[in-house]
């Protein structure tokens, strides 16, 4: 069984508490287990909280969104109303034609709807523009596939930089690295047979 499951939750609270701002003095492997023990626990609380955090930033945002509209709904319903009776009165005064009508507060004007041009298909208009010699439509950004460099150059003795064929540093990039050995921490896989068991 998972020792994690076995824990109590308000020891791990108040063992983390007491143990925020000094190092543990760890004996054994029982008691490194321990600790490891905790640590998971810790990052699943982290992972489980975080989940808590998006759910309750999805209820405010509707939360906000019903807010907003109870305070604003009846202003764009009455703003759009009379957009409308402003409409109906440029238009009688342009006698249904383009042109503006010059207010004391603005001035109100009536034009053709330039459109909004909408892509159906980008990628088989991207390819048209490009066989059609239109490639001046299509941009490209660019970005460092840090997985290809990694593949093409060395690194120095050293390990924080990138060398060429020659063996020059590669400029505008650097490996950042902690000095000395560092912590990993892999979480134990369950055996075949404690899965089987549990499973029974």
């Known amino acids: 069984m998972n020792p994690i499951e076995l824990m109590d939750e308000d020891e791990i609270m108040e063992s983390i508490a007491a143990d925020e701002d000094r190092a543990l003095a760890i ?7 321990e ?15 975080n989940e808590l955090v998006k759910r309750k930033a999805a209820e405010l945002k509707l939360l906000l969104m019903n807010y907003e509209e109870r305070l604003n709904g009846s202003l764009k319903h009455y703003a759009e109303n009379r957009s409308k009776d402003l409409e109906a009165y440029a238009t009688k005064k342009l006698e249904n034609q383009k042109g503006s009508v010059k207010l004391f507060h ?12 909408e892509v159906d298909d980008e990628e088989s208009l991207i390819r048209w523009m490009k066989q059609t010699g239109h490639g ?20 120095d003795p050293s390990g924080r930089y990138f060398v060429d064929e020659d063996g020059n540093i590669i400029q505008g990039v650097h490996i950042a690295k902690e000095e000395g050995l560092q912590l990993r921490i892999t979480e134990a896989k369950p055996k075949k047979a404690e899965v089987l068991k549990g499973a029974a």
């Open 27 to 33: 004996q054994n492997d029982d008691e490194a287990d």
């Open 35 to 49: 600790v490891l023990s905790q640590i998971l626990w810790a990052k699943r609380k982290i992972e489980e909280n």
């Open 106 to 117: 603005g001035t109100v004007s009536m034009r053709e709807d330039a459109g909004r041009t």
């Open 136 to 155: 001046d439509c299509v941009t490209v950004k660019e970005s460092l596939s840090k997985t290809a460099l990694k593949k093409a150059f060395k690194k």
